[in-house]
């Protein structure tokens, strides 16, 4: 009787552990997920989940009885809880030594500060006076808890000023999170440098992406980044490892990057989990990143990170300001009938304004009919096309 695969535990019911699914049914893993809600899109795909809250120790210790390894859909699992999953002989990828530096922006900070990674100028402020000590203009953002542009606030000169710290610092009283202040780095573009780490050390660098950011959220990805200087993208790579080594991540770090008017990369932000800026990989690489993270996590030798076309251009669906218009599954016949070439992935998520439902990418050997493509498709799933005449 052949041994059976160990099931890998899940935490998190979002969209990136509805797309762990696909590659884990092809290597023969099963999964169980602890969801936050029923019927939430991982929770649709994957039939062994529970719902729970994972800040609960006790549903944590449940959901992963049995199994050898956890990983996760989110950083936001409470670091004292992965120490005691760890203390149970449970392996928890990444591990909760290294997942602090993407859950903690200062920890992030004072550690790449320590290491000499190139970061944009920071501090932590505790008021509006130091706030004004640092300088403006910058960006104030909470050190735990942020994303999509939550928990950020731009503050450009001294009109925002008292507003947007009186903001900040009321969120910092209320949950007890830090507040860090950055300075308004003058960028060229953001680039995303994605690699994958094995725990015996192997690991894989996918090409470095460029991404474009609207309201705070990813909007579109092309891979590679166009006219990216060669030396600064292997040096954008090697900083990634870099971090992947010395922080000890096992699975996909995304290191979200600035590339400066001057010609230098400064880190961004950490994600230690599959990303926004990688989901290209599912179509336009040999090994998508979601299926090198599971091999990573459960130690597998890792798969080629090759692009399988010159280019490909990831576009987010995102729900329009009125979810009556948008079309996700009515969408599929002009989408597939105009692009039979197109790849398009939904997430099972009810549309709301500005969240996202799914990504199209676009792969080929010419990058503006990639874009074209990709940004067609996307416009129209939303609901952005063909409206005049309904």
């Known amino acids: 009787m052949p041994e059976l695969a160990p099931t890998l ?45 994972h800040r609960d120790l006790a549903t944590l210790r449940e959901v992963t009885a049995g199994c050898p390894v956890v990983t996760f859909d989110h ?53 509006p006076a130091d706030v004004e000590a640092f300088g403006l203009p910058c960006v104030l953002k909470t050190t735990r808890g942020g994303y999509d542009g939550k928990g950020v606030w731009f503050v450009e000169d001294t009109a925002g000023w008292a507003e947007a710290c009186a903001e900040a610092f009321a969120v910092a009283e209320e949950t007890g999170v830090r507040i860090l202040a950055e300075e308004r780095v003058d960028f060229r573009r953001e680039l995303s440098a994605l690699v994958v780490r094995a725990p015996s050390g192997q690991a894989a660098a996918y090409p470095v992406v460029a991404s474009t950011q609207r309201d705070g959220i990813c909007h579109e990805v092309v ?16 900083v990634a490892l870099r971090i992947a080594g010395e922080l000890g991540v096992t699975g996909v770090l995304a290191v979200e990057l600035f590339e400066t008017t001057d010609g230098r990369v400064l880190v961004n932000e950490l994600a230690m989990r599959p990303h926004n800026t990688g989901h290209w990989t ?3 690489a040999v090994t998508s990143q979601f299926e090198n993270h599971l091999r990573a996590v459960m130690d597998l030798p890792l798969g080629s990170p ?25 969408g599929y016949p002009h989408a597939m009938a105009r692009d039979p070439q197109l790849r398009v992935h939904l997430y ?16 080929g050997e010419d990058l503006e009919d990639c874009l074209e493509r990709a940004r067609h498709a ?13």
Not at 25 to 48: C, N, T
Not at 95 to 108: I, N, R, T
Not at 307 to 326: F, K, S
Request: glycine share 12%; proline share 9%; aromatic share 2%.
């Open 9 to 53: 535990a899940v935490i998190g019911g979002g969209q990136l552990a509805r797309m762990m699914a696909q590659p884990a049914i092809a290597l023969g893993l099963p999964l169980r997920l602890l969801a936050e809600a029923p019927g939430v899109s991982a929770a649709q795909v994957i039939p062994d989940h529970r719902v729970g809250d």
């Open 306 to 330: 090759a692009p399988r076309a010159r280019w490909t251009v990831m576009v987010n669906i995102l729900g329009g300001p009125d979810p009556e218009v948008g079309r996700l599954w009515d």
């Open 75 to 127: 950083e936001h699992v409470p670091t004292e809880h992965l120490h005691a999953l760890e203390a149970d002989g449970i392996a928890v990828r990444p591990g909760p030594d290294a997942l602090v530096h993407a859950q903690d922006k200062g920890v992030m900070r004072e550690r790449l500060a320590a290491l000499g990674v190139d970061c944009p100028r920071n501090a932590i402020v505790t008021g």
């Open 282 to 284: 599912q179509d336009g």
């Open 348 to 363: 099972g998520k009810e549309p709301r304004p500005g969240r996202k439902v799914g990504h199209v990418n676009a792969y």
């Open 378 to 390: 996307a416009a129209w799933f939303r609901g952005d096309l063909g409206n005049e005449s309904e």
């Open 223 to 238: 891979a590679p980044a166009p006219d990216l200087d060669p030396d600064l993208a292997t040096h954008a790579q090697q």
